[in-house]
C-alpha cells in the first residue's frame, strides 16, 4: 500500500547495505522482505519539511529483549510537483549495544 507514495525512478540508500536501490520494484522487494509477522516499525519525531523531512524511528522484534530495539534516523524527498518520494536514506544505529565505539 505505502509503494503508492514512491516515484517510479525512487533511489533508496541503507547505511546497512552498500547497493543503492533504484526504482519501485527494487524498493518494493526490499520492503516486502522486511514486512513479517512480529516486527514493528514505530516512528518517533518528525521534522516540518516541505520538499524534504526528517524522522526518527525504532524497530522492534516480538521477543526481543528489554531495550533491544534499533533506533534511526531517516531522510525523504519529494518531487515538489507530484508529491512522491524520489529519494530516502536510513541511518540506523549501530546493532551492537553499546555500540563498540563507547568502548574505546
Same mark, same amino acid.
Given at each position: 500500500?505505502?509503494? #503508492? ?7 533508496? $540508500?541503507? *547505511?546497512?547495505?552498500?547497493? &543503492?536501490? $533504484? @526504482? ?9 522482505? *522486511?514486512? *513479517?509477522? @512480529? ?5 518517533? #519525531? *518528525? ?11 525504532? &524497530?522492534?522484534?516480538?521477543?526481543? =529483549? ?21 529519494? &530516502? $536514506?536510513?541511518? =540506523? ?5 553499546? =555500540? ?5
Amino acid at each position: 500500500e505505502g509503494m #503508492r507514495f514512491f516515484d517510479e525512478s525512487i533511489i533508496y $540508500r541503507d *547505511f546497512n547495505y552498500e547497493e &543503492v536501490l $533504484r @526504482g519501485k520494484a527494487e524498493v518494493k522487494k526490499f520492503i516486502d522482505d *522486511f514486512s *513479517f509477522p @512480529g516486527i514493528t516499525f514505530a516512528t518517533q #519525531r *518528525f521534522d516540518d519539511g516541505v520538499v524534504s523531512t526528517c524522522f526518527t524511528w525504532e &524497530v522492534v522484534i516480538e521477543g526481543a =529483549p528489554e531495550g533491544s530495539a534499533i533506533k534511526g534516523i531517516s531522510f525523504y524527498e519529494v518531487d515538489p510537483d507530484t508529491g512522491l518520494i524520489t529519494y &530516502v $536514506r536510513d541511518v =540506523p544505529e549501530s546493532g551492537i549495544k553499546p =555500540p563498540p565505539v563507547g568502548k574505546l
